[in-house]
């Protein structure tokens, strides 16, 4: 862009020389001929909306506040219970019958031995009977005593149990557990258990079940001969 120096209208003097056209750099005009440029309004953008993901309430349970405590689950069946009840511990209770001090009554019903003594009393202890149909009664005598005894399951519950052994020898794992009194000629035994829990239960094919640590105490107070009576 080219500017005249003198003023519009103005003629030059005779034997004057011109000056020099002025010329102004582009990056001085530049900002003056954008602003005579008509201006362009630019297209508003429109704001990005930016999408909300709505959390998760997390109900914190407190302690103290049991109205905020989580849902619990529903608790699964129970197994049967591993101790023994109460009332089938050992005990020394009254006795006024008409059995002689030394003799044994088995009360499968209530599932009580008693070993009655001198004194009135008798030494009660829990017992585990025989299953619907393998119930019995009657008298005998102890005519054998054993500790840790083999077990040998007669033919008829190998029957039933195929899965039975024939022979198993004696020690923790041995149904009849730590000892065994043998009821005269009969398959019946009183003897131990590594169930204890079956104890107060009609679970057995006729036998008596004691804990192990109650019928090693009935072990050493009786002897062979002792009169057993099952009611």
């Known amino acids: 862009m080219i500017i005249s120096a003198g003023f519009a209208g103005t003629p030059a003097v005779a ?9 102004l750099s582009p990056n001085l005009t530049e900002p003056w001929v954008m602003q005579l440029q008509p201006r362009v309004q630019r297209r508003a953008t429109a704001p990005v909306q930016r999408r909300q993901v709505q959390q998760p309430k997390v109900r914190r349970a407190n302690w103290w506040s049991p109205r905020q405590q989580p849902v619990r689950q529903q608790a699964k069946p129970q197994r049967q219970s591993r101790q023994v009840a109460p009332q089938f511990l050992p005990t020394v209770v009254d006795y006024n019958g008409s059995r002689k001090p030394g003799s044994i009554i088995i009360d499968t019903n209530a599932r009580f031995l008693y070993l009655v003594q001198k004194d009135g009393t008798a030494r009660r202890y829990g017992v585990g009977v025989g299953k619907p149909g393998f119930e019995w009664a009657g008298t005998h005598k102890i005519t054998r005593k054993a500790e840790w005894p083999d077990w040998r399951p ?11 052994p024939a022979f198993m020898a004696g020690g923790p794992e041995n149904p009849l557990g730590a000892r065994a009194l043998y009821l005269g000629s009969t398959l019946y035994r009183i003897h131990g258990s590594n169930q204890p829990w079956t104890i107060g239960h009609a679970v057995s ?4 079940r004691m804990r192990n640590e109650d019928v090693m105490d009935l072990y050493q107070r009786v002897g062979v001969g002792t009169t057993v009576h099952v009611i």
């Open 154 to 164: 007669p033919a008829a519950m190998r029957k039933r149990r195929p899965d039975l």
């Open 205 to 208: 094919s006729g036998c008596i």
């Open 15 to 23: 034997g004057q020389v011109a000056p020099p056209p002025l010329v």
